[in-house]
Antibody, heavy 123, light 107 residues
Framework: EVQLLESGGGLAQPGGSLRLSCAAS????????MSWVRQAPGKGLEWVST????????YYADSVKGRFIISRDNSKNTLYLQMNSLRVEDTAVYYC????????????????WGQGTIVTVSS | DIQMTQSPSTLSASVGDRVTITCRAS??????LAWYQQKPGKAPKLLIY???SLETGVPSRFSGSGSGTEFTLTISSLQPDDFATYYC?????????FGLGTKVEIK
C-alpha cells in the first residue's frame, strides 16, 4: 500500500525552528518528485515546496523562500522540511504529497497525501 | 505567478442535483489542472488530473473539462458523501497554486 507518514510537528516560538519528516512506503520513492503543502486553520491549501525526483531541483513558495529548506534521503525513503525563522503565519497543518507521475519536470497533480502534521508558532 | 480563481465559494445543493464548479487561471495553463476533494480533518483527495482525466477509484459522476484558462468540475448527481470542499490546482509551472476552494453544503 502506498503511504506517507508525516512527523515532527509541534509548538515553536516565533523565530524558532522545526524539522518535519515524511516517511514513504509502497512505491519507488527516488523516482518521484515530493512536495509539502500546508493549510492554515480554516483556510485553503498552499503549496510550500517541491523536491524533484531526479536532478535535485528544489522549488519554494515566495512566502517561505530563504527560511525553509526541503531535502530528501532516498536511502531512507524520507522527505524533510527544515523550517527556520518561523512566523506566526506559518501555523498550519503540513501535508507531504507525492506526484502522480514519476519523472515529472514542471509540477504535477498530487495523487497521494499524508495525514498531516500540525505546526503551531506562538509565543 | 499564476492565480487560480474559483467560483462559487459556497454552493448549497440537494442530493441528486447536478453541480458545477468553475476555476479560472490568470494565464493559459493548457490542461495542467487538477481537482481535489477535502473533508474536515482529512487530507485532500485527487479527483481529476490533466483537466479531464478521472483518477482511479473516483466515481464516474465526477467529471472535469476545459483548457487554457477556463475549467469546470461537474458532479452529475450529488450524493451524501460529496458534501465537502473542492479545490482546483494548476501545475503548469512553479509556483504551483490552488484555488481558494468551493464548499458544497446541504441545501
Amino acid at each position: 500500500e502506498v503511504q506517507l507518514l508525516e512527523s515532527g510537528g509541534g509548538l515553536a516560538q516565533p523565530g524558532g525552528s522545526l524539522r518535519l519528516s515524511c516517511a514513504a512506503s509502497g512505491f519507488t520513492f527516488s523516482s518521484y518528485a515530493m512536495s509539502w503543502v500546508r493549510q492554515a486553520p480554516g483556510k485553503g491549501l498552499e503549496w510550500v515546496s517541491t523536491f524533484s525526483g531526479s536532478g535535485g531541483s528544489t522549488y519554494y513558495a515566495d512566502s517561505v523562500k530563504g527560511r525553509f529548506i526541503i531535502s530528501r534521503d532516498n536511502s531512507k525513503n524520507t522527505l524533510y522540511l527544515q523550517m527556520n525563522s518561523l512566523r506566526v503565519e506559518d501555523t498550519a497543518v503540513y501535508y507531504c504529497a507525492k506526484d502522480r507521475y514519476s519523472g515529472s519536470a514542471g509540477g504535477d497533480a498530487f495523487n497521494i497525501w499524508g495525514q498531516g502534521t500540525i505546526v503551531t508558532v506562538s509565543s | 505567478d499564476i492565480q487560480m480563481t474559483q467560483s462559487p465559494s459556497t454552493l448549497s445543493a440537494s442530493v441528486g442535483d447536478r453541480v458545477t464548479i468553475t476555476c479560472r487561471a490568470s494565464q493559459t495553463i493548457s490542461t495542467w489542472l487538477a481537482w481535489y476533494q477535502q473533508k474536515p480533518g482529512k487530507a485532500p483527495k485527487l479527483l481529476i488530473y490533466k483537466a479531464s482525466s478521472l483518477e482511479t477509484g473516483v466515481p464516474s459522476r465526477f467529471s472535469g473539462s476545459g483548457s487554457g484558462t477556463e475549467f469546470t468540475l461537474t458532479i452529475s448527481s450529488l450524493q451524501p458523501d460529496d458534501f465537502a470542499t473542492y479545490y482546483c490546482q494548476h501545475y503548469n509551472s512553479y509556483p504551483l497554486t490552488f484555488g481558494l476552494g468551493t464548499k458544497v453544503e446541504i441545501k
